[in-house]
């Protein structure tokens, strides 16, 4: 009987005689791995948001113009404004309504006190006194504005009386006006009236 050596391989596997039956290894179970994980997303650039803001405010700005220049095309120019206006039948105008001034009131010669304001007195025994007053005014009524009166007086109670002077008036003051007189004695009493009054302007 013959014999067949076998060959050893270095890794430990026998070569099989030649016409025997070959033998093969057990297979391994194949290895079991875990799904993988979804990738994250990847985040866009800044300049893709600010290209695609800038593209919608183009397509606004382009609208909001093709509407002003649609709607501009049916609005009348200002050179055929200001034609329409020069071929219209001008506006009726209005009489301007005229106010009447208030009617001068003259006042009354009763409304006006006078009396002397003695400035300087010098008496001289029985040859009596030099005298100088000024008048005072007091105005019992009011004096329609804007006018000017003359108020004539007289005054009594003195040597070669009466003497008669004016002065001016108006609304808000009068003339001061003053006098120099004698009187027959210290004891004498001047007097002074108002005995007309007249319109001046007004």
């Known amino acids: ?13 026998t070569t099989p005689a030649p016409g025997a039956p070959v033998s093969y290894p057990p297979s391994y179970p194949q290895p079991q791995y ?10 866009r650039p800044p300049w893709v948001w600010i290209g695609t803001g800038l593209a919608a405010l183009a397509i606004v700005v382009a609208g909001v113009v093709a509407a002003v220049v649609l709607t501009g095309k049916d609005e009348p120019s200002r050179v055929e404004q200001a034609l329409a206006e020069a071929t219209q039948d001008p506006a009726p105008t209005t009489e301007a309504t005229t106010t009447e001034p208030a009617p001068v009131v003259t006042p009354s010669l009763s409304a006006i006190r006078l009396t002397p304001k003695i400035l300087d007195k010098h008496c001289f025994g029985s040859a009596g006194c030099n005298v100088e007053f000024e008048i005072d005014m007091s105005l019992g009524v009011m004096v329609t504005g804007g006018t000017v009166w003359r108020v004539t007086y007289e005054v009594t109670g003195v040597e070669d009386a009466p003497v008669i002077g004016s002065f001016e008036l108006d609304d808000s003051s009068y003339d001061r006006v003053t006098e120099l007189v004698q009187t027959a004695s210290s004891k004498a009493k001047i007097k002074i009236r ?3 009054i007249e319109l001046l302007s007004s």
């Open 194 to 196: 108002a005995t007309e």
């Open 34 to 43: 875990p799904p993988a994980a979804p990738l994250p997303p990847v985040p």
């Open 1 to 13: 009987m013959l014999l067949h050596r076998r060959r050893t391989l270095d890794h430990g596997a």
